[in-house]
């Protein structure tokens, strides 16, 4: 049998194959080709997103406009010490802390023998100075009259008129000495200066007492508690708000759910060198008795602060940077890039620092940032929630 014949393939179906087989190992190098450059671009983001640290920003916060809460001091309207102006032994006393007194009423008495013996011979002293000085009047005036009848010289009469003159003062300050010592009797009744309260007592029967000595413990000390003052020391960045007639509340640790209401009555109108605070003077009706001298108090005054946007800023205390140029915030601008900005603290609340300038409110200020950042270093800002993506 004669042998069959061999298939042959056309050429136009060889060139189709070709052609697909050409596509296929186009799209197969593609598509390699593409996946190579993706993933060398991941590793490339990756690398430069792991080389950008990331912190966290927030904007500055406005403190509190006119609110300030101080501690103060609570002081009796009026207080005296009372120390006794004649030396002697105390005879008795009258009255003990706690006392309401009236203006004048005796407190205590004072034995003084020796001041009653200086008056007595104070007052023979004043006796013979009278006498002395009448003898010398009767002998100048008849010595002028023997003058007009030139029964004795000019010169004598001068002399008569001249001893008669310094009798008169011998007489005057012998007087004068007898008022002292009346005086000095007087004060053996050691009286209240004013209406008010015994607050202290440091004196008992018998005790020896110096007059006059100021450097010794008051005998007694009096207060006028229907009024007290309170005294408060305002911070020199808000003393520009403290003015007469503006009011306060307080509150006293023995009293904490009692809150009082007091008004600002006289400020020094200078700052202390020491402290940098104005002391500021309030007045508080205490005729109810409520509250003591001396006690300590804390105040919230409520003064007219400026303008909403002129409020102080506020940072967290996290957010500072200790910098040989000094006190420094670290801040990201637009451009995510950092810019170290020397700040100065105007007041220190704990956890928020409220500064007296160097940062603005529209200013991202990193919380935490680390001891590395520097100015001009690239980062990630990480902003609350809502927040636009770059500062305004």
């Known amino acids: 049998m004669p042998d069959a014949p061999l298939p042959t393939t056309s050429p136009k179906r060889l060139r189709r194959a070709a052609y697909v087989i050409t596509a296929v190992l186009a799209v197969v190098l593609v598509a390699g080709t593409t996946t190579r450059l993706m993933a060398r671009q991941a590793l490339r983001t990756a690398t430069n997103d792991s080389a950008v640290q990331s912190v966290s920003v927030a904007r ?50 004072v034995d003084a023998p020796e001041v009653d013996q200086q008056l007595v011979a104070a007052n023979a002293a004043l006796a013979t100075a009278q006498a002395q000085r009448d003898l010398a009047a009767v002998t100048s005036e008849r010595w002028e009259r023997l003058v007009g009848e030139s029964a004795v010289s000019q010169q004598e009469a001068d002399e008569k008129r001249g001893d008669f003159a310094a009798r008169e003062a011998m007489r005057n300050e012998a007087q004068a000495n007898v008022q002292r010592l009346r005086a000095l009797t007087g004060f053996r009744r050691i009286v209240a200066p004013f209406d008010g309260v015994v607050t202290s007592r440091a004196t008992d029967v018998g005790a020896f007492i110096a007059a006059g000595d100021g450097r010794a413990t008051p005998l007694f000390t009096v207060a006028d508690i229907r009024k007290l003052r309170l005294y408060v020391s305002v911070p020199q960045s808000l003393a520009a ?32 060198a020491q402290t940098g605070a104005m002391l500021v003077q309030l007045e508080f009706d205490n005729s109810a008795g409520q509250l003591k001298p001396g006690a300590y108090a804390q105040v919230t005054l409520d003064l007219q602060g400026p303008a909403t946007d002129s409020r102080p800023l506020r940072v967290p205390s996290n957010a500072l940077l200790f910098r040989k140029e000094g006190t420094a915030v670290a801040l990201v601008g637009p451009d995510n890039r950092v810019r170290i900005r020397t700040v100065r603290i105007a007041r220190d609340f704990g956890t928020d620092l409220e500064l007296a300038g160097g940062v603005g409110a529209g200013d991202w200020v990193v919380n935490s940032p680390p001891d590395s950042i520097a100015d001009g270093d690239v980062v990630r800002a990480v902003r609350p929630k809502g927040a636009p993506n770059a500062a305004s």
């Open 60 to 109: 500055p916060s406005r403190g509190e406009a006119g609110t300030l809460v101080l501690p103060g001091r609570l002081q009796a309207w009026a207080e005296a010490p009372v120390y006794a102006r004649t030396s002697g032994y105390l005879r008795g006393w009258y009255v003990d802390i706690g006392t309401a007194v009236k203006a004048g009423q005796l407190l205590a008495e």
């Open 241 to 272: 708000g403290v003015r007469p007639g503006l009011t306060a509340r307080f509150t006293v640790p023995e009293q904490p759910d009692q809150v009082f209401q007091a008004r600002i009555v006289r400020s020094a109108d200078a700052v202390d």
